[in-house]
């Protein structure tokens, strides 16, 4: 594995940094509205599954890191890693179900932004494990990527959007 990972040091150090950063503005935009939050029905459990997504693309970059691992058990790290985070996106995805004042197209939409990265993470272990290693590794990419961009949304939606 070390092989593998070895093109994919910066990029993992970059973004285990950048996620810790994310995930610490996050929980700073939370704790300033956390009055408002807490009314909504859907912005706690929202919250926490971004912070979730954020932690996974921490841990499968700090696993990135682990020198000579072999490619199965990072790909199981990943898989196990995304699959706890997934237990958060499930339930922010039935308490969105249950919110009867917003249409089913924007219950869809605020699902889906947490579907999609760890889909990407799934993806990428699955891939690594079966073999095609750079193709894994280049959807775990993808999954980091996104994470940071649904929690730079919701942290959007901390900051300004809950207090119009």
């Given at each position: 594995m070390a092989d593998a990972l070895e093109g994919w040091t910066d990029f993992n150090v970059a973004m285990v940094?950048?996620?810790?950063?994310?995930a610490g503005l996050l929980?700073?935009?939370?704790?300033?509205?956390?009055?408002?939050?807490?009314t909504?029905?859907?912005?706690?459990?929202?919250?926490?599954?971004?912070?979730?997504a954020l932690v996974l693309a921490i841990v499968a970059?700090?696993?990135g890191l682990v020198p000579a691992q072999p490619e199965v058990a990072y790909g199981v790290e990943v898989l196990v890693a995304a699959a706890l985070?997934?237990?958060?996106?499930v339930h922010a995805m039935r308490v969105?179900?249950?919110?009867?004042?917003?249409?089913?197209?924007?219950?869809?939409?605020?699902?889906v932004i947490g579907v999609i990265p760890l889909a990407a993470f799934l993806i990428g272990g699955m891939l690594i494990i079966a073999g095609p290693v750079a193709a894994g590794l280049v959807a775990v990419a993808m999954g980091s990527l996104?994470?940071?961009?649904a929690a730079i949304l919701i942290a959007w939606v901390m900051l300004v959007?809950?207090?119009?």
């Open positions: 940094g950048a996620t810790a950063a994310l929980i700073v935009a939370m704790s300033v509205n956390i009055s408002t939050i807490m909504s029905p859907t912005l706690p459990a929202r919250a926490a599954s971004s912070i979730a970059g700090a696993l985070a997934a237990v958060f996106q969105i179900a249950r919110e009867d004042r917003i249409s089913a197209a924007d219950r869809f939409g605020k699902s996104l994470a940071v961009i959007e809950v207090l119009r």
